[in-house]
Nanobody
């Protein structure tokens, strides 16, 4: 059974930092592209960060950094200089294509990030 478990969300003041973690189990982690998405109330889910620089949302470039530790089956999202508009539920995503060219796509349950004074 595949599980992606996010943690590290919470309430932070504007200008603060948080580091989100997502631990994966049930998959060969190194075979998967890992991404972070977010969804704010009333808005569509958007890609925040992924394996390439092109995956970063313009609104987070220079402030957010994705990284991974394959030995720990974990992907991180370091978020600095947080703004109120970064408030959202953050989700990690694992994606790959199998030997039959089927897309494999898994999601975590999300972690809430609230940026407010």
């Amino acid at each position: 059974q595949v599980q992606l478990v996010e943690s590290g969300g919470g309430l932070v003041q504007p200008g603060g930092s948080l580091r989100l973690s997502c631990v994966a189990s049930g998959i060969t982690f190194s075979n998967y592209d890992m991404r972070w998405y977010r969804q704010a109330p009333g808005k569509e889910r958007e890609l925040v960060a992924g394996p390439t620089s092109a995956d970063y949302a313009d609104s987070v470039k220079g402030r957010f950094t994705i990284s991974r530790d394959n030995a720990k089956n974990t992907v991180y999202l370091q978020m600095n200089s947080l703004k109120p508009e970064d408030t959202a539920v953050y989700y990690c995503n694992a994606a790959a294509v199998d030997a039959w060219r089927r897309r494999l796509d898994y999601w975590g349950q999300g972690t809430q990030v609230t940026v407010s004074s």
